[in-house]
């Protein structure tokens, strides 16, 4: 019989092996022998359980996943050891949700807390205890479809090294998440995802540099004034023109500003009469470029940012006709555009597909913006170098009103242009919606 060498190791370097090893298998080392038993336990906790995991037999059973996370948590060690990562993603929460949450609150975490759980049912109540005993150590926080509840301790909240802060779908009393905010000490970036009942958003930190919102209800009241180093600002479908004298009437408005706007013909969306908004330095627009209205609506959302720097346009698939009288004499003076004029200098096109539409406005640009650097153009399927080279002469066709203006042809990959795909499956939710 040969000799258990492996076990001759010492529990560093066992440590070491076992942390390599997905979690049912780690968790199964204790039962190898007295020597082993303690190994595991011993690890910082890496907890990754999403839909993943029941490809891998750990979570065999959405209605047991509470259960299993029960039993991973007190079976690992006495608490002593810190739990590292906690990724909880998809699971429906039910009536033994509260059983892994108590016990997650009184570990020591080390890292990262992600918990999103399945978009049905009531949202679980997260105790503020958890978040409250975690934020030591915590450096990134993601809680989605749940509900934040307790009372703020007479000591105050202290999240000391949480740089990334993400919310989405929660329900979370205003002045708790604004207390949230104000004790991270060194937040850099915050995501605010359909927040429930969020009306007065007043954010006070001296580290954020990005923020992302898009609210569940229309907002009463946004502030910069304790934000000094913010960077950049995205709002992802707000009526700005609500907000518009309350923004620039406050100062630590960041210097970039992004605009995600609902496609042009939703019905909830009425582009006149509008104001223009000298803020916005960055336009989402989402066209399906149907026929000329359309066209003509595009063009007038561009008069109202005079500052605006950088153009993306979502392309949708549309069944349109490539027949000119659809399209007719859409085009405006593109000299009475302010922008076209004076800041325009990047233009991109997602999931371009080369159609009448597309062609006509992109030719509408390169020949009315005069500071253009840079038109991008992601399309979509497999073309060839020549129906590159022919759509680029369309596009040009009306020659260039900036005489350093480029046009770069790249195909659309999810992998390089993600963050572009995320905004676009934003709008395609809104319109399901």
């Known amino acids: 019989m040969e000799h258990d060498r492996i076990s001759l190791l010492p529990d560093c370097m066992l440590g070491s092996i076992v942390s390599l090893l997905p979690l049912k298998d780690a968790a199964s080392t204790m039962v190898l022998s007295r020597r082993w038993r303690h190994i595991w336990s011993s690890l910082p906790l890496d907890l990754d359980l999403d839909i993943r995991s029941r490809h891998k037999g750990l979570l065999s059973d959405p209605l047991n996943d509470s259960r299993v996370i029960s039993a991973i948590l007190s079976s690992h060690g006495d608490g002593a050891a810190p739990i590292r990562r906690c990724f909880h993603a998809g699971t429906r929460a039910d009536c033994s949700t509260g059983d892994w949450v108590q016990i997650l609150s009184q570990r020591r975490m080390d890292g990262s807390l992600v918990l999103k ?54 329900v979370i009393p205003e002045r708790l998440l604004n207390a949230i905010i104000a004790a991270c000490s060194a937040l850099r970036e915050l995501y605010l995802d359909s927040v429930y009942e969020l009306r007065r958003f007043v954010p006070r930190s001296r580290t954020l540099t990005h923020l992302y919102i898009r609210p569940e209800v229309p907002l009463d009241e946004i502030s910069f004034r304790d934000t ?156 060839s170098d020549k129906r590159i080279s022919t759509q680029k002469d369309l596009i040009c066709m009306g020659g260039r009103a900036s005489s350093e203006a480029q046009v770069n042809f790249e195909k659309f990959s999810h992998t390089i242009h993600g963050n572009l795909r995320n905004v676009r499956c934003h709008v395609h939710q809104l319109c399901i919606v």
Request: aromatic share 10%; with cysteine.
């Open 228 to 383: 000094p180093n913010l960077e950049k600002l995205v709002f992802l479908f707000v009526d700005v023109w609500r907000l518009y004298p309350a923004i620039v009437t406050k100062p630590g408005l960041p210097s970039r500003v992004d605009l995600v706007l609902p496609p042009l013909d939703s019905p909830s969306f009425a582009i006149m009469p509008k104001s223009s908004i000298s803020i916005v330095t960055t336009l989402h627009l989402t066209i399906k470029f149907s026929d000329g209205e359309e066209l003509r609506k595009a063009s007038d959302m561009l008069s109202l940012f005079p500052a605006l720097q950088v153009l993306r346009i979502l392309c949708f698939s549309s069944s349109s006709s490539e027949d000119e009288d659809i399209f007719g004499q859409w085009q405006p003076a593109a000299d009475k555009i302010m922008c076209l004029n004076k800041h325009l200098k990047r233009v991109v096109f997602v999931e371009y597909r080369g159609t009448k539409g597309e062609m006509e406005f992109s030719r509408f640009l390169m020949a009315g913006a005069k500071v253009l650097t840079r038109m991008q153009i992601l399309y979509s399927g497999n073309w």
């Open 117 to 170: 759980f399945a978009i049905v049912g009531a949202r679980p109540p997260l105790p503020l205890v958890l978040l409250a005993s975690a934020g030591a150590a915590l450096r990134h926080l993601d809680l989605e479809w749940c509900r934040v509840r307790g009372i703020i301790p007479p000591t105050g909240l202290a999240f000391p090294n949480l740089e990334k802060l993400r919310l989405s779908r929660m």
